[in-house]
């Protein structure tokens, strides 16, 4: 295993009484890089990030976190490691500062008044210092958990959804803090749903029914996946989407306002349908650069066809 990566696992897998949760998993994420982990709700993102930092034992694979082997020294990832969950998981009635305080005696930290002071300060929470838990929106939570996981200056960050439910001005300083963070060294691996965010990561990895689809920056999963776009603008479009939806080449249509996005794998093919609508009226089309949504909505059609 490569000292260059903080995370290098290869062959990981996990059941529970049942098919594979995770399936021959394997990822390498290096120091200082924020890493993506995306894929639908139960395709084994959590379950990735519980082995990650020793609250799980894969049943097969190996590997190393921050340097420690990932199935026997667990113990000593778990202290290099925050660990942000998709709920808010500390005490609802203590103040923001009370929850601190008991997190860093749980870390067995020395002077924890200025522990508690200093990341208070950081965050940005210092207004809300002395209000319970409880009376906080969802974007001061998402502070305050993540000031949780920072109080024993970790070098890795696992941060499961962390941003779901809260506004886009939350999720955008949120993520302005986790950009600062990487910048300062920490290395992040945080699994989202929200595509505006997955562009934001160095580089991402897609997984599906516990396996990885594909990985790489934005701009190299779009690449890989080979989809031709068009956009078609126009105030009339019902009756197109509906007559395209049963065309050969086509595999995805998405409205947007007063347009249709067209995404196929197979330019050719894709071209030669849409080419009679596009002589009738051609102002009205334009070639486009493939989103990662449809990158993602691409990769899980192939792989229910590939399961079907």
Not at 71 to 89: H, P
Not at 96 to 122: M, P, S
Request: charged letters at 25%.
């Amino acid at each position: 295993m490569s000292e260059d990566y903080v995370i290098d696992v290869e062959g990981l897998t996990k059941s529970f009484d049942g098919p594979p949760v995770v399936n021959d998993l394997s990822i390498r994420v290096r120091r200082g890089r924020i890493y993506g982990f995306l894929g639908p709700n139960g395709s084994g993102k959590t379950t990735t990030i519980r082995m990650l930092c020793g609250l799980l034992t894969p049943d097969s694979g190996r590997g190393t976190c921050l340097g420690f082997d990932i199935l026997t020294q667990r113990a000593r990832i778990k202290e290099q490691v925050g660990y942000m969950t998709q709920r808010f998981s500390l005490y609802a009635d203590l103040t923001v500062r009370e929850n601190l305080y008991f997190v860093a005696r749980v870390y067995n930290l020395t002077d924890v008044e200025d522990v508690v002071d200093n990341i208070i300060e950081q965050v940005g929470l210092v207004e809300w210092s002395d209000h319970p838990a409880r009376t906080l929106s969802g974007g001061w939570k998402q502070r305050l958990a993540l000031s949780a996981c920072m109080l024993h200056k970790p070098k890795l960050l696992l941060l499961d959804e962390p941003t779901a439910g809260v506004d886009p001005k939350a999720r955008r300083d949120f993520w302005n803090e986790i950009h600062g963070l990487a910048e300062a060294g920490i290395t992040v691996l945080v699994s989202t749903h929200y595509m505006d965010e997955a562009e934001r990561c160095h580089e991402l990895a897609y997984i599906f029914d516990g396996r990885l689809l594909t990985q790489g920056s934005a701009a190299e999963v779009t690449k890989q996946a080979g989809l031709t776009t068009w956009i078609v603008t126009s105030d009339k479009l019902g009756d197109l989407e509906a007559e395209l939806r049963s065309k050969p080449g086509i595999d995805i249509i998405t409205p947007f306002a007063d347009s249709l996005r067209i995404s196929g794998h197979d330019a050719e093919l894709l071209d030669a349908t849409l080419a009679p609508y596009q002589s009738k009226y051609p102002e009205a089309w334009k070639h486009a650069t493939p989103m990662l949504e449809d990158v993602f909505i691409r990769l899980m059609q192939s792989k229910d066809r590939d399961g079907a």
